[in-house]
């Protein structure tokens, strides 16, 4: 990553040993690339537990003077506090800049419904990618894109005659095919956890198990005290993934036939009876393994 793009994420320990070795690679990487770090345009962000004169001698040896608590990596905070809100108001923030000038408020409705989709409500999507929003600031998006919506130049809160509940249904049924921001950003949340789930050799999904969920499935993993708001917002996605997914049955081996939701039907996707005195727990053993069909009799 260092010696490819300009952001850069280094992880290290907060003592003197790291950043005597961060010292080494930065000062080779300038003298092969004949490019010298920025140090003024450089942060540090330390964990909570980091204690005070660990941070100033951490920041002494490697000259920078800035923490990161408030900046941003690729385009998204690098920390979030107890105040979601407030963490992402900088996208608020540009969803207004975007639709509150006074040519904006002269297009055609026409016009208007392009600016919405095209713009307006493709600016949170990146950070949907990542992070739950909050259903409060979704809102409060569609509220300020609503206003703009019916608004005029000589009328700033004029009636809206229609709800944003009836704009967000498709054109096929009586609305304007608006995004619902909040199911969208859920949407965007559970595709990170179907990633996960398909794709379970990958750093990022590789990462999370070791740290969040070493002895279980991702199906299976809850929310707890100290986890990341990243990976507390896959699990709002992974809650998504559990209201529609089902297992597809191939030799069954790896399929609970009490707990899994394995039986496509629409009225529950698992067994509903109780498990009692049963002994067996996998779909293999319904399955006849000389014929590969049901076993009809042990069913």
């Keep these: 990553h260092l010696l490819f793009a300009d952001d850069s ?5 907060a003592n003197a040993n790291s950043a005597h070795e961060l010292n080494q690679i930065l000062n080779v990487y300038e003298a092969f690339s004949g490019q010298v770090i920025n140090k003024e345009k450089s ?3 330390f964990s909570k537990n980091t204690k005070r004169e660990d941070k100033e001698e951490l920041m002494n040896q490697l000259n920078i003077a800035t923490e990161g608590f408030s900046g941003k990596y690729l385009g998204l905070p690098c920390y979030i506090g107890k105040s979601k809100s407030k963490a992402f108001e900088y996208i608020k923030e540009r969803v207004w800049k975007r639709i509150q000038g006074g040519k904006e408020k002269m297009l055609s409705k026409a016009g208007k ?9 493709a600016i949170p999507v990146y950070a949907m990618a990542c992070f739950d929003l909050t259903k409060y600031l979704c809102d409060d ?3 300020m894109i609503g206003k703009f919506w019916w608004s005029q130049m000589d009328k700033e809160n004029k009636i809206h005659w229609v709800g944003w509940d009836k704009l967000t249904k498709p054109k096929k049924d009586g609305g304007l095919g608006f995004r619902d921001l909040y199911s969208f950003n859920l949407a965007m949340l559970a595709r990170q956890a179907w990633r996960m789930l398909q794709s379970p050799a990958s750093l990022c999904a590789q990462v999370f198990v070791a740290k969040y969920y070493p002895n279980q499935n991702l199906l299976q ?9 990243s990976w507390r917002s896959i699990l709002k996605g992974v809650q ?4 529609g997914i089902i297992w597809r049955v191939g030799d069954g081996c790896t399929i609970n036939i009490w707990s899994d939701p394995w039986l496509p039907r629409g009225i529950s996707r698992s067994v509903t009876s109780q498990q009692g005195s049963h002994v067996i727990t996998k779909v293999s053993d319904l399955i006849d393994s000389t014929s590969g069909t049901w076993d009809i009799q042990l069913l």
């Design 221 to 229: 993993a809850r929310p707890r005290d100290g986890i990341s708001y």
């Design 43 to 45: 942060a540090i962000l």
């Design 240 to 243: 998504v993934l559990q209201s």
């Design 9 to 13: 994420l280094l992880l290290l320990e």
């Design 113 to 121: 419904e392009i600016l919405i989709k095209a713009v307006a409500q």
């Design 141 to 143: 998006i569609s509220s």
